[in-house]
């Protein structure tokens, strides 16, 4: 401890004696020394110290580290205008000027039984005893722990002075009474001295300083020290293991102060966040603390931001990267993203399926109340832009076919037979720009999301939900506006003629697939008009045939997950084929939409999204040994070329097998669907379409990325669940599975049928492309996408 007494004299005292040693043994003697040193002396004296009153010490413990810092700033700022004063400040230089440095610097050549210390690696400095040489320059030590090593000059740190022949046994004992002499406030008071007479010190210099010794015990426990210290001296020159040392100007060391004072604050709070991270961990998952909770403090909720950055790979700044991999590292795991989503599910922050993808992929979840409520404020707004020019189709018998969880109905169907024999089709789709026009603030929303997110946990819509369920969707019973697409079909299933009308229509059937499916089985005569759009289907599906079209139905998997939040939700898997009566129905609908608007916009020369594929070089009979269904339709998909838009005018698209084709039934759903409507609504008025080809690919470019994340996002989510499915499946239940190809020797990709999921295995010689084999599940790790087949071999 250090006492700093008036009249600008320090008196120290070693809390541990110096030890002397000679060259015939490494025993020490204690000494119990106190020495004074004044600013009107260039030596220190030996003095008995001061007595100091019984309670000195105690109101020494209670001076806070913050009192102790406003006093020492004091002084600081004392010293500095003493400085300034001054006519000249002695620069560093002038300080190595004192004495000739090659003097001060002299080094001692190792030799058997010196006290050394040498850096081990980049965090280790250990004390040692040289032994003997090894080779021309290096040499063999033993260290503190007993490890007897070859080290480089370099490695040398540090050679104790006064010691010839010590005992490597003595180095533990020798490192405690060190240990008892690691006062840092010692630097503080010899700063001030020097820095006042602006003078340079070696290690021995200033220990004599403070310790009023050059010792062996004294001169190490200086040097350690000084290489700890990070605020009062700086290194001057270094010649080998022995340095200079200057005291910092006082400006920088208030500086250094401050910093460190702040950074022990951020430690203690980081401690205190760990605590809390370690308490939430340990609790049972009902006792967790709440989300919110951790949004309270705003320093927790800084750092829990941080680490859900992390997890998502987000954050904002290196500095933010920086504390979240420190929290992690304090916790004892990995600096990974996998580390970070899990300690926050550990606490509770996360629930335990979270949908990291959906964090990362930005997607809004909520509506701002700002559109919430100029959605609600459209819905009470009664007035029709096309009231006069809608067509009364209430007579018509129609049919809305969907999921059965959708929310959000885009589109019905009605089918007539005419007096010739030719079947007209009517395709209504849900009138969306009753409500939203182009550029208002509901578009630009609508635009900013490209389209509504179906996820396995939830549903987020393109529109605010109200205005979409109430106003926009398609409503059983209901009077509801609509844009109806009629089509007279030649009796070869191509279009004989199409027309675009705004109409009003009373949705009759809402139907799910699986019921419209039983009641085309059923055959009823009272619901002949679901007959004729069958019939109209299948002559559709023949014709397209017949242009080239390509086969690509497969089995479709849907999940709906109730409570997802909860560690074990209910989970309903749905696995859908395509080429299902209802399913195949719907399609052929939606694909005839499609090309009478491209033929509508054809002819009126209106700018649309048209979308076209390449007639790719497919020969389908190539594929004719492949089994009909999901294992020839992944097949062609292989090799299909990716579609494209023109904004001009139609393009073949190919694999359809049509002249033209634009996506119109989903505007609630996708933002490319509302532009065609918006294109196509300000023909039927007899205005000029909004938007230039060119103002609508732009907007698409920007659409099309949005909607790639979501697909991505989509079908990530969805394989998650079915994983997760799996993990909860009995392990000897067995699944069918088809073999759609070899990756490499006899790994196959496999389509588990009862699931709808792709996956991969090693399958048994013999087997080929298209074959049914059963496996079972072994492992299934949804978080990390892992999925073990292995095959069952029948017997």
Request: hydrophobic fraction near 40%; charge should be neutral; proline fraction near 5%.
């Amino acid at each position: 401890m250090a006492v700093r007494a008036v009249n600008t004299c320090f008196l120290f005292r070693s809390s541990s004696p110096p030890l002397r040693f000679s060259s015939s043994s490494s025993s020490c003697r204690r000494n119990l020394r106190c020495c004074c040193f004044c600013c009107c002396s260039s030596s220190p004296a030996f003095v008995p110290p001061p007595p100091l009153s019984s309670n000195y010490g105690a109101r020494l413990q209670r001076r806070s580290v913050y009192t102790l810092f406003d006093s020492v700033m004091e002084e600081l700022r004392a010293m500095g205008k003493r400085r300034n004063n001054r006519i000249s400040a002695a620069s560093n230089m002038g300080l190595l000027n004192e004495e000739l440095v090659e003097d001060r610097l002299v080094s001692r050549s190792l030799q058997k039984g010196l006290l050394l210390e040498f850096k081990k690696d980049s965090d280790r400095m250990l004390l040692a005893v040289a032994q003997r040489p090894d080779g021309k320059k290096n040499w063999m030590v033993s260290d503190q722990n007993g490890a007897t090593s070859s080290i480089k000059p370099q490695q040398v740190t540090y050679i104790v002075p006064g010691i010839d022949n010590f005992d490597q046994a003595d180095i533990a004992d020798f490192i405690k009474k060190v240990q008892d002499n690691m006062d840092p406030s010692l630097l503080e008071f010899a700063w001030v001295e020097l820095l006042e007479k602006n003078k340079s010190v070696t290690v021995e210099e200033l220990a004599k300083i403070i310790f009023g010794s050059a010792e062996p015990l004294e001169s190490y426990s200086t040097h350690l020290l000084l290489s700890r210290d990070e605020i009062y001296f700086t290194v001057l020159e270094t010649k080998g293991s022995r340095s200079i040392y200057g005291p910092r100007p006082s400006e920088q060391v208030e500086d250094l102060i401050r910093s460190k004072l702040a950074k022990e604050a951020a430690e203690k709070e980081l401690q205190e966040f760990l605590k809390l991270l370690v308490s939430a961990k340990s609790m049972a998952s009902q006792d967790k603390p709440p989300k919110s909770s951790w949004m309270d403090d705003e320093k927790i909720r800084r750092r829990i931001e941080y680490l859900e950055a992390y997890a998502v790979d987000s954050y904002q700044n290196d500095e933010h990267r920086k504390t979240a991999g420190m929290i992690l590292k304090a916790m004892g795991l990995a600096k990974t993203a996998s580390s970070a989503a899990n300690l926050l599910v550990d606490i509770g922050y996360f629930p335990v399926h979270v949908n990291l993808e959906l964090l990362k992929s930005g997607t809004p979840t909520e509506h701002s109340e700002e559109i919430i409520s100029v959605g609600q404020a459209l819905l009470s707004d009664s007035s029709d832009p096309d009231e006069n020019i809608r067509k009364d189709l209430t007579d018509l018998k129609v049919y809305a076919i969907d999921v059965d969880e959708a929310d959000e109905l885009d589109d019905a169907l009605s089918a007539t037979k005419l007096q010739d024999g030719r079947i007209k089709v009517w395709i209504h789709v849900a009138d969306a720009t009753r409500y939203v026009q182009p550029g208002s603030i509901v578009d630009r929303e609508a635009m900013r999301r490209g389209t509504s997110v179906f996820l396995p946990t939830a549903t987020y819509p393109m529109f605010p939900e109200k205005l979409a369920m109430e106003g926009m969707s398609l409503r059983q019973g209901d009077l509801c506006n609509a844009v109806t697409v009629s089509v007279v079909l030649h009796n070869d299933g191509s279009i004989a003629e199409c027309s675009v009308v705004n109409s009003v229509i009373k949705p009759t059937y809402m139907l799910t697939y699986e019921s419209a499916s039983e009641l085309l089985h059923l055959n009823l005569q009272e619901e002949s008009e679901l007959r004729i759009l069958s019939e109209a289907a299948n002559l559709r599906l023949n014709w397209r045939r017949q242009q080239g079209a390509v086969e690509t139905a497969t089995l479709e998997a849907r999940i709906k997950v109730s409570n997802p939040d909860d560690p074990e939700p209910s989970i309903k898997l749905y696995v859908e084929n395509q080429a299902d009566p209802a399913m195949r129905l719907v399609s052929e609908m939606m694909i005839l939409c499609g090309e009478a608007i491209a033929t509508f916009g054809s002819q009126n020369e209106i700018p649309l999204p048209y979308r076209g594929q390449p007639q790719s070089d497919i020969n389908v009979s190539e594929f004719a040994h492949l089994p009909e269904g999901p294992v020839r339709s992944f097949a062609l998909v292989k090799v299909m070329r990716a579609a494209e838009i023109d904004f001009r005018k139609p393009a073949r698209h190919g694999i359809l097998g049509i002249p033209g084709y634009v996506q119109f039934t989903s505007p609630i759903r996708r933002y490319l669907d509302l532009l065609a409507h918006y294109q196509v609504k300000a023909f039927l008025r007899g205005e000029p379409p909004p938007f230039t080809s060119g103002k609508l690919e732009g907007i698409a470019a920007v659409v099309n990325e949005r909607f790639k994340t979501v697909r991505k996002l989509s079908n990530n989510s969805l394989r998650y669940w079915m994983l997760e499915y799996l993990r909860r499946e009995p392990r000897e239940r067995r699944y069918r599975a088809l073999v759609l190809r070899f990756l490499k020797d006899r790994i196959a990709a496999l389509l588990l049928v009862e699931v709808g999921l792709q996956a991969s295995t090693w399958v048994s010689v013999g087997t080929q492309v298209g074959d049914e084999i059963l496996v079972k599940v072994e492992e299934s790790h949804p978080r990390d996408d892992i999925i073990c087949l292995k095959e069952v071999i029948k017997q």
